[in-house]
C-alpha cells in the first residue's frame, strides 16, 4: 500500500480518458489499495485512479467513517434512477485544493461495475455517494467539477492556483 501524490489543475494529465481494464489482475487490486490509502491519506471521500496518473477505469469511494465501507469499482458505469432529480450540491475537489462550487449532479444512480475479484456489481447510490460516484466517473473521462463553471470563474481559480504555486 502506497500513498500516491495527487495530480493538480490544470496538470493536463487529468485530461486523459482512462482505458477500460481488461482483467481485474492483482496488479489491479495493488491499485486499489493504493487508491483507497492515497484516499484516506488526504481526507477524502472519493479518489480515481487518474488523479494518481493512472490511466486506467477505477475508482474507490468510502463516504461513511474511513475504513467502514471503503468501495472499489472497476470500469464504473452509472445511469440515473427512475425518478432521480438534478440537483446542485457544494464539491470540492482532491486536485483543485481550496476550491469550493456547486455542481449539477443526479440525485440517485443505478451503478454498474466490477469488484476488486473482477465479480458484476450492481448498487443503487443516492445522496453522497450519487454525488460522489458522479465526480469520480467524471475523473475517468477527463472532467473536472471546475468544467461546470463558467469559462470566466474556470481563469479565475487557474489564475489564483498559478500564484498560489509560485508564491508557495
Ligand atoms: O475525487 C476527488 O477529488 C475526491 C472528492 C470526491 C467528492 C467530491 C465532491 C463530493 C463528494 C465527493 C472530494 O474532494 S473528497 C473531499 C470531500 C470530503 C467530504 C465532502 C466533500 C468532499
Ligand atoms: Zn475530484
Known amino acids: 500500500m502506497t500513498v500516491r501524490s495527487i495530480l493538480a489543475f490544470p496538470d493536463p494529465r ?23 490509502e492515497s484516499m484516506y491519506a488526504s ?6 485512479a487518474t488523479q494518481i496518473d493512472v490511466h486506467q477505469r477505477v ?19 452509472w445511469n440515473p434512477a427512475p425518478g432521480a432529480e438534478v ?3 457544494e464539491e470540492g475537489c482532491l486536485s483543485v485544493p481550496e476550491v ?15 469488484d476488486r475479484d473482477g465479480q458484476p456489481l450492481a448498487l443503487e447510490a443516492d445522496s453522497l455517494l450519487a454525488i460522489c460516484l458522479q465526480h469520480e466517473t467524471d475523473h475517468l473521462d477527463g472532467k473536472l467539477f471546475v468544467d461546470y463553471l463558467s469559462p470566466v470563474k474556470r481563469e479565475m481559480i487557474r489564475d489564483r492556483l498559478r500564484k498560489q504555486r509560485y508564491v508557495a
Open 87 to 89: 440537483q446542485r450540491h
Open 100 to 114: 469550493r462550487a456547486e455542481v449539477p449532479r443526479y440525485s440517485r444512480v443505478l451503478v454498474e461495475a466490477l
Open 43 to 48: 481526507g477524502g471521500i472519493g479518489l480515481a
Open 14 to 36: 487529468l485530461r486523459r480518458r482512462a482505458a477500460p481494464v481488461a482483467r481485474v489482475d492483482n496488479k489491479i487490486r495493488q491499485l486499489i489499495d493504493d487508491l483507497l
Open 59 to 77: 475508482v474507490v469511494a468510502d463516504v461513511s467513517e474511513p475504513g467502514l465501507e471503503p468501495l472499489a469499482l472497476v470500469n464504473p458505469k
